[in-house]
């Protein structure tokens, strides 16, 4: 008899178990090949990787889930920053304790060959604004269970990737209705990223890329003039590219005669239309059709740029009269956005939780 319950429960036990495991989270990190990007003139790869969080009991329903779709920063990449931020225990965390509605979350690649391209539409890198708005949503839309309908997805992003996501939320506010950019960088000279930073000189006298990439191994170090380098140079050939330059294949605002230092009023004008703060103007009506936005900043912020920038954006929606929330917080660049009492966890996910449907 004992014997007989034995062959009748193991069958049981290995159901559940089973049951069990396949119904935990997941990671999957499919390739797919853009569009926006195939052909470009940099020779930037095409084919793109997703890290792709399932909530729990993805495989075993058949439920369709709002996603929210996060922009990593400059010189980083998807896995690094799902790994760096823990997105997968906060998210099951979140879901478990209900205080997150089960939602998926997408990491796309934007990693290239100067680090970050800012999510910026260019002639010669390729399409990047277009990558996120289009390719990425239609594959995942394509390929996993999504509400595929704009209330029902979210957009964020940190440093570049939160220059990225208010880029590309005024070029496709069809597409994401709820918008949180934390950190967001870039978006306009202020403070120690302007025209007299001392990597534009540097870059204005090298004449190959392994002397723009010499010394750079830490983005994250605001003094750090090999960083400053190969971002100028990523904005250069993206903004204003130009392919005699065999250095990093663009043209700078600047050009030094000795100690003489002088602006070309063509380029830097192309530059400033790239910056977020001067695309308001013309994105009125998509910033206004956003359900809700938001950005914050720290206050010991390490790159000075960013509190300046990022109030100066505040301000300018404010005087437009666009309903956003700004927020500036104790702590720098990174060291209050990972783990489970990081911003991640407290301040985004629970902003994507009130509005996604």
């Not at 929210?68 to 799902?82: A, K, R, V």
């Not at 750079?216 to 903004?239: C, G, H, I, K, Q």
Request: a positive charge; glycine letters at 8%; one cysteine or more.
């Amino acid at each position: 008899m004992r014997k007989l319950s034995l062959l009748i429960l193991l069958p049981l036990f290995y159901y559940y178990g089973y049951a069990q495991k396949n119904s935990e989270s997941k990671v999957v990190t499919p390739t797919f090949e853009a569009a926006s990007i195939a052909g470009n003139k940099a020779g930037e790869d095409a084919n793109r990787r997703l890290s792709i969080y399932l909530p729990p009991g993805y495989d075993q329903s058949n439920e369709r889930y709002p996603v929210i779709y996060f922009l990593h920063g400059f010189g980083t990449n998807d896995e690094q920053m799902m790994q760096w931020i823990g997105f997968k225990a906060l998210m099951d965390s979140a879901i478990k304790g209900r205080m997150l509605k089960p939602m998926i979350l997408v990491l796309p690649n934007s990693d290239t060959k100067f680090r970050g391209y800012f999510y910026t539409n260019s002639s010669f890198t390729g399409n990047w604004t277009d990558f996120i708005g289009k390719d990425v949503v239609q594959y995942v839309d394509k390929n996993f269970r999504t509400k595929a309908h704009r209330d029902s997805r979210g957009l964020c992003g940190h440093s570049m990737g939160g220059n990225g996501a208010l880029k590309v939320a005024m070029l496709y506010a069809d597409v994401f209705s709820s918008v949180y950019a934390m950190s967001a960088g870039g978006m306009h000279f202020a403070g120690e990223f302007t025209p007299a930073h001392k990597s534009f000189r540097q870059l204005s006298e090298l004449s190959s890329v392994e002397e723009v990439f010499k010394g750079f191994d830490n983005p994250e170090t605001t003094d750090n003039a090999a960083f400053y380098r190969v971002v100028l140079a990523s904005m250069a050939r993206t903004f204003t590219p130009d392919e005699s330059n065999k250095a990093f294949q663009g043209k700078i605002p600047v050009s030094y005669s000795g100690k003489t230092r002088k602006i070309d009023p063509v380029v830097l004008k192309k530059w400033e239309s790239n910056f977020n703060i001067n695309m308001i103007e013309d994105h009125l009506p998509a910033l206004q059709s956003l359900k809700a936005l938001k950005i914050d900043w720290g206050r010991n912020e390490e790159f000075s740029h960013i509190p300046l920038t990022n109030m100066q954006f505040s301000k300018k929606l404010e005087a437009y009269g666009i309903n956003h929330f700004a927020e500036e917080y104790i702590g720098g660049h990174v060291n209050m956005l990972d783990g489970f009492e990081g911003r991640a966890f407290t301040e985004l996910l629970p902003f994507f939780q009130r509005y996604l449907k």
